[in-house]
């Protein structure tokens, strides 16, 4: 019996995501995938029993690797609205990366065909934002932000993260966004969730 390996399970992840942007979702075939890491098809299945398998396993290891730390800050910081300013600049400079917003379109395209969009969604995104949700929790039962729903706060942030020149890029209506247009989105979208949900203690009724 042949058996896995971790380090083999990353060629093949590196390889995919070469395919996967080169050629596209629909274009990108497991045969090339196999080609491009060398060995059989068999092989391949062995770690990823399809195509959509694999895309999605793509997905989730960037994310383990660059979105998760991302949420460290919480973590790193007894302030909470200094962590919303570093995390929504470090989030933004993510989701406007190249590859980033390739990978992006390649799921808004394919998502509503297959299950790719509801696969990745639940076993990453939704996972990380989880995270977010359990911190704004904390900090409404100490005073420190206004209490809402945290899953809809996270919501909030994530939308004022990605309006904008952000999301034109991703439409393809904007080709890149200079340095200070994606600082200044990221301080205008924490600035506004700060104000909107009171970080800090409360200013005001809720």
């Avoid at 059989?40 to 383990?64: I, N, P, R, W």
């Avoid at 991703?170 to 979208?189: F, H, K, N, V, W």
Wanted: contains cysteine; neutral net charge.
């Amino acid at each position: 019996m042949r058996v896995k390996s971790e380090t083999k399970r990353k060629a093949i992840l590196d390889a995919a995501k070469d395919v996967f942007l080169e050629r596209g979702y629909v274009a990108a075939s497991m045969a090339q995938v196999s080609a491009r890491v060398g060995g059989s098809k068999q092989t391949l299945y062995s770690y990823f029993a399809s195509k959509e398998d694999l895309f999605v396993a793509v997905m989730l290891e960037k994310g383990a690797t660059q979105v998760e730390p991302l949420f460290d800050v919480f973590q790193a910081s007894d302030d909470l609205a200094e962590a919303v300013r570093a995390f929504a600049l470090a989030f933004v400079r993510f989701v406007t990366s190249d590859e980033i917003v390739a990978f992006r379109r390649i799921i808004y395209a394919e998502g509503c065909k297959s299950d790719l969009g509801r696969l990745f969604y639940e076993n990453g995104p939704q996972r990380t934002w989880t995270r977010m949700a359990q911190v704004f929790e904390q900090a409404m039962a100490e005073g420190r932000m206004r209490r809402v729903d945290p899953l809809i706060a996270v919501d909030q942030l994530h939308a004022l993260c990605e309006a904008g020149p952000v999301r034109r890029l991703i439409e393809g209506s904007l080709a890149r966004i200079a340095e200070e247009d994606m600082t200044a989105t990221a301080m205008q979208a924490a600035d506004t969730f700060i104000r909107a949900f009171e970080l800090g203690g409360r200013i005001g009724p809720s």
